[in-house]
Structure formats: structure tokens, C-alpha cells
């Protein structure tokens, strides 16, 4: 984890949509329900922060070369 930018971009991202799905779940009311392909999209958007390099990395710092 040498982007460590990115990677709490993406952890926090992740968390977030975690969190609202869970809370839509159990919030006691039948009628709400998580959009499972916008919580898709936000956990997908999250992976790819944590794979994602910071812009202030270069390639040799990360090995990627």
C-alpha cells in the first residue's frame, strides 16, 4: 500500500455504500430497499481506487517495474 491516498479514497468509498446498504436493509421499513447496482458500481469504484496509484508515485516506487 504505498498509495495510501488512494487507498483510503477507496476504503472510505467502499465503507460508505456498505453502510447505506446495511442501513436500508435493517431500518424497519419494507418499502426501502439498496439499489444492488448502484452499491455494485460504488464497491467497483472502491477496488479500483485501492489498485489505483497515486499521481505523486512513480512506477518504481510502487513496482510496478
Same mark, same amino acid.
Given at each position: ?19 447505506? +446498504? ?5 431500518? /424497519? ?16 469504484? /472502491?477496488? /479500483? ?13 510502487? /513496482? +510496478?517495474?
Amino acid at each position: 500500500m504505498n498509495s495510501w491516498k488512494t487507498t483510503i479514497a477507496g476504503i472510505s468509498v467502499i465503507l460508505s455504500a456498505v453502510a447505506t +446498504a446495511v442501513q436500508l436493509l435493517f431500518d /424497519g421499513d419494507p418499502q426501502t430497499n439498496p439499489d444492488f447496482n448502484i452499491l455494485a458500481a460504488q464497491i467497483a469504484t /472502491g477496488v /479500483g481506487l485501492l489498485v489505483a496509484r497515486d499521481n505523486s508515485k512513480s512506477s518504481e516506487q510502487v /513496482g +510496478a517495474r
